[in-house]
């Protein structure tokens, strides 16, 4: 296996990991319900995607 000739200096670990970081999520509004939701989802609450209904939701007794 190859070995590095020289210790890699923090500063140049740190700009090469700037690219690698958590972005925030996109949300939407649900157009039935209004719920907010996640992109390209179903929604949890009614069971719609992209306005037509996706998932048959059973009601809770």
Known sequence: MAHPKR??????RDKRRTHKKAETQQLATCSNCGVTIK???VCPEC??????L????????
Do not use: C, D, N, V
């Not at 996706?54 to 007794?61: P, R, V, Y």
């Open 7 to 12: 210790k890699i200096s923090k500063t140049r």
């Open 39 to 41: 992109y390209h989802t």
């Open 47 to 52: 069971g719609h995607y992209r306005g037509k």
């Open 54 to 61: 996706a998932i048959e939701k059973q009601e809770a007794l």
